[in-house]
């Protein structure tokens, strides 16, 4: 009678074993696969953990930002994936969007709309509901501040066009970038997002204060209306 077991992971030639690959080789050497059996530690009888990595890959196509946005609860329903290795897996995806985003934060100056989308990406971009963000700039385009506007539902939000021109002042600022994300993952601005463009820029140029971009971002793409010349 056959054995249909799987080769146990500490079987394997040492440089294949994920721990030893990494420690010889260096992160980089390891495949997503490989990454998450770290993390979970072990497999089952019948799965190894890199198996087992694998499978819940291929549930989300290879994407882990799709991974990283499963619940604990839905982690929990790969078979050999338990509360505590589905904690360890939304913890490691956690950090790594918050390095992300720390990283973006020190990004100082803006010099592109690619430079906007990489700052807020990691704040707005996976998001299933709208949030509307403003970018306060000096005159050589560095950051003095950046703030939430307003939340809303999955169908857009309210813009208090008093409250950003006061914090401008408050804060200095003589250019602002206005960012908002489109959780349905279009990119094409709609009529609401051009109004409040518009209404915006009317109101700032009163002030001596211009609208330098309005960008809008999804999870992995960008559109700005600078850039598209409808500013």
Do not use: C
């Not at 992300?100 to 990489?118: D, G, N, P």
């Amino acid at each position: 009678m056959f054995d249909n077991s799987p080769f146990p992971i500490r079987h394997w030639a040492e440089d294949d074993r994920p721990r030893e690959k990494l420690l010889s080789k260096g992160k980089a050497a390891l495949n997503d696969a490989e990454l998450i059996a770290i993390l979970i530690g072990s497999g089952s009888r019948n799965e190894t953990a890199v198996d087992l990595a694998k499978r819940m890959l291929l549930r989300v196509n290879d994407n882990l930002n799709a991974l990283g946005k499963l619940s604990i609860a839905q982690l929990t329903t790969f078979k050999g994936i338990g509360q505590a290795k589905a904690v360890t897996i939304v913890a490691a995806m956690e950090l790594g969007r918050r390095r992300r985003e720390s990283a973006a934060v020190e990004l100082t100056k803006i010099s592109s709309s690619e430079t906007v989308f990489e700052l807020m990406q990691p704040v707005i971009g996976e998001l299933s509901h709208e949030e509307f963000w403003i970018i306060y700039l000096n005159n050589a385009n560095k950051i003095i501040a950046k703030s939430q506007l307003s939340k809303g539902g999955i169908t857009g939000t309210l813009v208090d066009v008093r409250l950003v021109l006061r914090t401008a002042i408050e804060n200095g600022a003589v250019g602002l970038i206005l960012v908002h994300n489109h959780p349905s993952g279009t990119l094409t601005p709609s009529d609401a997002d051009k109004q409040i463009t518009r209404k915006l820029k009317l109101a700032a140029e009163s002030l001596d204060i211009k609208i330098l971009d309005h960008v809008i971002v999804t999870e992995t793409q960008y559109f700005s209306f600078a850039d598209d010349g409808i500013l």
